[in-house]
C-alpha cells in the first residue's frame, strides 16, 4: 500500500475544512492508496498542473478540491487543498500545483540518480 505524503501546506489547508469534507477527501485517498478506482465525478485530469497530477473533486456545502498526484510507486503525493469559488480554477491554484508538482518530480529525480551513482560506485569496488 502507497503511503500518503502531504507537500507544503496541502495538510494544515486541508485540516481547515470541515469535518464531513476531511472524512471525504481521507477515504477516497484511503481507496487510492488501496488501488480501488474513484467514480469519475470524484476526480479529473489536470495535466495543466502536471504529468499525472489529478484533483479531488468534493462537492458538499461548498466545492473543494484537492490536487494529487500518484504515478510515483512509491507514495501518492497530495499537492494543494483549496476551496473552489468560481467555475474555474484560479491561476493562484493552479501554480501553487505546479511548483510543489516541480519540487516533487526534482526531489525524486535527485534521490533515483543518487542511487543510480551507489549502484555504480558499488560495482567499481
Known amino acids: 500500500m502507497k503511503a500518503i505524503i502531504y507537500c507544503g501546506s496541502s495538510a494544515k489547508d486541508i485540516s481547515n ?8 477527501i481521507l477515504r477516497l485517498l484511503d481507496m487510492l492508496r ?3 478506482d474513484l467514480h469519475p465525478k470524484d476526480f479529473k485530469y489536470m495535466g495543466l498542473v502536471g504529468e ?3 484533483e479531488l473533486r468534493i462537492r458538499l456545502s461548498k466545492q ?3 490536487f494529487y498526484v500518484s504515478k510515483f510507486e512509491e507514495a501518492i503525493y497530495v499537492l494543494h ?12 491554484d493552479i501554480e501553487i ?5 516541480k519540487y516533487i ?7 533515483h540518480e543518487q542511487k ?7 560495482k567499481k569496488q
Open 105 to 111: 518530480t526534482n526531489y525524486l529525480r535527485g534521490k
Open 52 to 54: 499525472g497530477v489529478y
Open 64 to 66: 473543494f478540491r484537492v
Open 97 to 101: 500545483g505546479t511548483q510543489r508538482y
Open 81 to 92: 487543498g483549496f476551496i473552489k469559488k468560481t467555475q474555474h480554477t484560479s491561476k493562484h
Open 34 to 36: 488501496s488501488g480501488l
Open 116 to 122: 543510480k551513482r551507489k549502484t555504480r560506485d558499488y
Open 17 to 24: 475544512f470541515d469535518v464531513k469534507t476531511k472524512q471525504r
